[in-house]
Nanobody, 123 residues
């Protein structure tokens, strides 16, 4: 599967952005999907994960709980990350990823990665 992330940009603190990740290939609904991010000089960290299927369970990192929402539209082969109440520390390149088996925040479990989209939050 190929992943194409989009929706990044420059936003003021307190603002919102919605990231999209469009997938090509077969059986999008059978993949668990995740969003991770990497800030300059820092390690990549997972932000949110959604299980495969239509009503997939979700996981959020503590630092985005209550502010970010991950969702998926299997008919459109797309996963979204709605980001509200953005903070300067959310500035990073955001990557979407897909995995065929299991789910979780272990980057090594994800076989497919998008190219990343830059989110910059100004103070």
């Amino acid at each position: 599967v190929q992943l194409q992330a989009s929706g990044g940009g420059l936003v003021q603190a307190g603002g919102s952005l919605r990231l999209s990740c469009a997938a090509s290939g077969r059986s999008f609904g059978s993949y668990a999907m995740g969003w991770s991010r990497q800030a300059a000089g820092k390690e990549r960290e997972f932000v949110a994960v959604i299980k495969r299927g239509g009503g997939g369970s979700t996981y959020y990192a503590d630092f985005v709980k209550g502010r970010f929402t991950i969702s998926r539209d299997n008919a459109k082969n797309t996963v979204y990350l709605q980001m509200n109440s953005l903070k300067p520390e959310d500035t990073a390149v955001y990557y979407c990823a897909a995995r065929e088996m299991g789910w979780g925040t272990n980057a090594g479990g994800y076989e497919y990665w998008g190219q990343g989209t830059l989110v910059t939050v100004s103070s």
